[in-house]
Nanobody, 125 residues
Framework: QVQLVESGGGLVQAGASLRLSCAAS????????MGWFRQAPGKEREFVGT????????RYADSVKGRFTISRDNAKSTVYLRMDSLQPEDTAVYSC??????????????????WGQGTQVTVSS
């Protein structure tokens, strides 16, 4: 069992930056690939990005590529989402998730086993 707790959301103006954190419980954090998803009102949950177990590889949705960066600190059992050049369309609840998948790059909601409760990010124009 893994428990995930996000923090760092808030209200910012367009063009600003935020860094979200996701702290995991337990000593098995390094055995999971980690992902970030977001869900805007009235829309389905959307893949943002993922990072592999060692932190050596990342993948991003086209909509955030070049603006968002995922990193992890396995010693602190924490994964981060650095968001730069935020735009109003980035407004959503952002959630982190842990995946035990070993043979695929986890892009989809169904690829993840554990989820955090989410943190709200609101970007004003």
């Amino acid at each position: 069992q893994v428990q995930l707790v996000e923090s760092g959301g808030g209200l910012v103006q367009a063009g600003a930056s935020l860094r979200l954190s996701c702290a995991a419980s337990g000593r098995t954090f390094a055995t999971y690939a980690m992902g970030w998803f977001r869900q805007a009102p009235g829309k389905e949950r959307e893949f943002v990005g993922t990072i592999n177990r060692s932190g050596s590889s990342t993948r991003y949705a086209d909509s955030v590529k070049g603006r968002f960066t995922i990193s992890r600190d396995n010693a602190k059992s924490t994964v981060y989402l650095r968001m730069d050049s935020l735009q109003p369309e980035d407004t959503a609840v952002y959630s982190c998730a842990a995946s035990s998948a070993v043979s695929i790059i986890p892009f989809q909601v169904k690829d993840y086993n554990y989820w955090g409760q989410g943190t709200q990010v609101t970007v004003s124009s």
